[in-house]
């Protein structure tokens, strides 16, 4: 006979009870309702929608490079270095294939774009701060991502727990002192009828 194997005392985290709910896909124009693997997941995985979201982050990178002095002085050399390498091969810019895109070249080429991933529109106009996104929707459908991730977190950590607590004690209390609802600190309180 073998060893002994160790019983489980809980049941395993796959229940229902513990799988987070689906989700909509953050990246703009994709929509789809998925559900997630991790509690941070934030896209879908189709390969094209993760194809479309790392073009993305990789631009808005190279935005923020190209920001500072430095940024720009390095580009500005590896263009150079690359032009000279390609007169030197001999290539001219007619032999170069059409259909290959430049990389800061695209549809809309500003400078500054939505901080929702996969918008390439630009932030709209604000007076008192610089505005982060185009519209509205773009704002709020960030804002319930970060909201989410956020709870999640304070609900992990010990003092997270007990405000959670402690907010979930003062909606009882709020429900128990309710003149005609279901109970109070003498005992059962009934509607009165007239």
């Known amino acids: 006979m073998g060893c002994k194997q160790p019983t489980r005392r809980f049941p395993p985290r796959t229940t229902s009870r ?3 709910r689906r989700r909509v896909c953050l990246r703009k124009g994709c929509g789809r309702r998925y559900t997630p693997r991790r509690w941070n997941q934030r896209y879908c995985q189709d390969p094209e929608c ?5 073009r993305w982050q990789a631009r808005q990178r190279q935005r923020r490079r190209r920001a500072s002095p430095q940024g720009r002085q390095q580009h500005r050399h590896a263009e150079r270095a690359r032009r000279r390498e390609a007169k030197a091969r001999g290539q001219t810019p007619a032999a170069r294939s059409p ?3 430049r990389g800061h070249v695209g549809e809309n080429s500003s400078d500054v774009f939505c901080g929702r991933t996969g918008c390439y ?3 709209r106009a604000s007076l008192r701060t610089p505005a982060c996104y185009c519209s509205v929707v773009c704002r709020t459908a960030v804002r319930r991502v970060r909201d989410r991730e956020r709870k999640w977190l304070s609900r992990t950590m010990f003092a997270g727990r007990m405000k959670r ?3 979930y004690e003062a909606a009882r209390r709020q429900r128990v002192d309710q003149p005609g609802d279901v109970c109070g600190t003498q ?3 009934y509607p009165r009828r007239e």
């Open 99 to 101: 259909d290959r895109a």
């Open 187 to 189: 005992g059962v309180v």
């Open 50 to 54: 993760l194809r479309e979201v790392k």
């Open 18 to 20: 513990h799988r987070p």
């Open 121 to 123: 529109e630009p932030p």
């Open 165 to 167: 607590r402690s907010e």
